[in-house]
């Protein structure tokens, strides 16, 4: 990273703790809006038909696979940064940053490679129906170059929030995320009497969107953080300086590939029932990212201030933190899941006319409740472990029940006793 200043340890007393909502304000606000694009994306999807919605929905779910490798780093780096910038060692925390970045570039450019090549083959492992694989297929080819595009991406944006500068980073992920919607809508649908490119006007637009986001992101390294990356800083895999990522990172990316293997799972159950209950699948997921939303951003927000206060030596007043968050969370996921469900047909109507699949989606919705109120305890308690840097408690805790409750349950409850849909969420809420 080149920088305009040289950086040494603060000889000064640790800072204050970071607050709650400098933090969650802009967490929220980003991911909101990008789980508002992939609902608004799902809904355009969808409009061309219950096919191409589930294509759409499929070739996010790879993509959410594949990303789950860049939390070895994305994990990783946030706590190191948060850590050492509690600790004031800011030449650790420009180390860490700058080793993530060309970290980033490998597993970026390898996922990348797998999107394009094995397209089909990773859609056929999540058993896409006959008429939904020709569809995605292609799809998923034209969104590859976005994997790369978006590990660049979420290193610059963990790295800004661990030094605390969460509000820039929001504004360049709203920025991406509205300049993506203002392209998708006409590429997708057409404009002017020009039919438009349907599925494949989305992958353009994203990868025009994730284009600019990387050029923000840069931007907003040199203002906020004195440099950019530079030179080896985009290719090196600096091994010393990634041992302690890596420590947290590689749990916490077995935790995820854990948890993504077994969901993927039960999604190739789901695909055996029909493009029907795949395209139930992929709408009520899209509410369901909504009801999520709380929770995470509790999540992330904890992740970065316990690895402040355990980098500072504050342990007692982190552990309180959890405490209280962990509340609000429950409190929250129960009144927002609670609201949802009540509302299920009429959103669900969003997505399709089909009166089975909208009738299904309810069913589903008020099953939710009990999934969200104890995801909420995952989602607060393993970012707040990690950040401790306990990050392998989480991995143990989580792989069983992972293979035997969410995917094993899928396919016995779903499948085996008949249960379909239902068996699939039920085995989601148990694990």
């Known amino acids: 990273m080149t920088a305009r200043h040289t950086l040494r340890d603060?000889?000064?007393?640790?800072?204050?703790?970071?607050r709650l909502l400098p933090l969650?304000?802009?967490?929220?606000?980003?991911?909101?809006?990008?789980?508002?694009?992939?609902?608004?994306?799902?809904?355009?999807?969808?409009?061309?038909?219950?096919?191409q919605g589930a294509a759409f929905a499929l070739c996010n779910q790879v993509l959410a696979m594949l990303f789950v490798f860049f939390r070895i780093i994305g994990a990783g780096v946030g706590v190191v940064v948060a850590q050492a910038l509690g600790a004031n060692k800011r030449d650790a925390a420009d180390g860490a940053a700058r080793a993530a970045w060309g970290a980033s570039s490998w597993i970026g450019g390898i996922c990348m490679l797998l999107a394009g090549v094995l397209a089909a083959p990773l859609l056929g492992v999540m058993n896409a129906p006959p008429e939904v694989l020709p569809l995605a297929t292609p799809l998923l080819?034209?969104?590859a170059p976005a994997v790369l595009l978006d590990a660049w991406n979420s290193t610059a944006g963990s790295v800004l929030r661990s030094h605390l500068h969460a509000r820039p980073t929001m504004v360049v992920n709203i920025t991406m995320q509205v300049v993506h919607l203002a392209l998708a809508v006409p590429l997708m649908g057409g404009a002017l009497g020009w039919g438009g490119l349907g599925l494949a006007g989305y992958a353009l637009a994203l990868l025009a969107a994730r284009t600019l986001g990387?050029?923000?992101?840069?931007?907003?390294?040199?203002?906020?953080?004195?440099?950019?990356?530079?030179?080896?800083?985009?290719?090196?895999?600096?091994?010393?300086?990634?041992?302690?990522?890596?420590?947290?990172?590689?749990?916490?990316?077995?935790?995820?590939?854990?948890?993504?293997?077994?969901?993927?799972?039960?999604?190739?159950?789901?695909?055996?029932?029909?493009?029907?209950?795949?395209?139930?699948h992929a709408y009520v997921m899209q509410l369901v990212l909504f009801i999520l939303l709380f929770a995470a951003t509790l999540?992330?927000?904890?992740?970065?201030?316990?690895?402040?206060?355990v980098g500072a030596g504050r342990l007692h007043q982190a552990n309180a933190l959890v405490r209280?968050?962990?509340?609000?969370?429950?409190?929250?996921?129960?009144?927002?899941?609670?609201?949802?469900?009540?509302?299920?047909?009429?959103?669900?109507?969003?997505?399709?006319?089909?009166?089975?699949?909208?009738?299904?989606?309810?069913?589903l919705l008020w099953l939710t409740i009990a999934l969200e109120t104890g995801r909420t305890f995952n989602l607060v308690l393993v970012n707040a472990l990690r950040?401790?840097?306990?990050?392998?408690?989480?991995?143990?805790?989580g792989a069983v029940s992972f293979a035997l409750v969410m995917a094993g349950g899928s396919w016995l409850l779903g499948a085996h006793l008949g249960w379909g849909l239902v068996g699939v969420w039920v085995a989601y809420a148990a694990d």
């Open 24 to 51: 969650a304000v802009p967490l929220f606000a980003e991911m909101a809006l990008a789980i508002g694009m992939g609902l608004v994306g799902t809904v355009l999807a969808a409009r061309l038909g219950d096919a």
């Open 324 to 363: 209280r968050l962990l509340g609000r969370g429950l409190v929250m996921a129960l009144a927002v899941s609670l609201a949802v469900a009540l509302a299920g047909r009429w959103l669900m109507g969003w997505f399709t006319a089909d009166g089975q699949i909208i009738a299904a989606g309810v069913t």
């Open 299 to 309: 999540g992330l927000a904890a992740e970065i201030m316990v690895g402040h206060l």
């Open 214 to 280: 990387l050029a923000l992101f840069l931007q907003a390294w040199r203002t906020r953080l004195g440099g950019v990356p530079a030179g080896g800083d985009w290719w090196q895999w600096r091994q010393r300086a990634l041992a302690p990522v890596l420590h947290i990172g590689l749990p916490g990316a077995a935790e995820n590939v854990a948890w993504r293997a077994a969901y993927v799972f039960s999604i190739s159950v789901v695909g055996t029932m029909g493009t029907q209950a795949l395209a139930t």
């Open 387 to 397: 950040a401790a840097g306990d990050a392998r408690f989480p991995v143990q805790a």
């Open 10 to 18: 603060d000889p000064r007393p640790p800072p204050s703790a970071p």
């Open 141 to 143: 080819q034209l969104m």
